[in-house]
């Protein structure tokens, strides 16, 4: 079944939506400071490409201080509106019963879009 959902989703705007999420990560990652937002933006690309089957959770190690301040600034640069993307996406695909699959995962990829750092995938 997840290999049947990811193939989907991949079709029908996953391939984009991993696109926008690397050429993000490609472009902060030009900067020195940018490097770490950068490689969250590819961690998220790889979770949007296939996001049946996986699963976001805490990081058990201490990430301390830099995850706390990197997640405000990632929240307040665009953190919070790839979040309401999702939301939206998620509301609009939960009202069809087809899309309730697709919606699911609209709302696993809130977490991690909104706050990246001190999480992993599974």
């Known amino acids: 079944m997840n290999l049947l959902g990811n193939l989907i989703w991949f079709i029908f705007g996953g391939l984009f939506a991993a696109l926008g999420y690397a050429i993000g990560g490609l472009i902060l990652c030009f900067t020195i400071v940018g490097i770490p937002f950068g490689l969250q933006c590819f961690k998220l690309a790889a979770v949007v490409l296939f996001p049946f089957g996986k699963k976001v959770v805490n990081r058990e190690s201490g990430t301390g201080c ?25 509301i609009v695909l939960a009202l069809t019963i087809v899309g309730i699959p697709f919606a699911r995962q609209h709302f696993k990829l809130i977490e991690l879009s909104m706050m990246p750092f001190g999480k992993t995938i599974i």
């Open 66 to 90: 830099f995850a706390l301040f990197a997640n405000i600034i990632w929240l307040l640069c665009g953190g919070l509106w790839t979040a309401v993307n999702h939301l939206v996406w998620g």
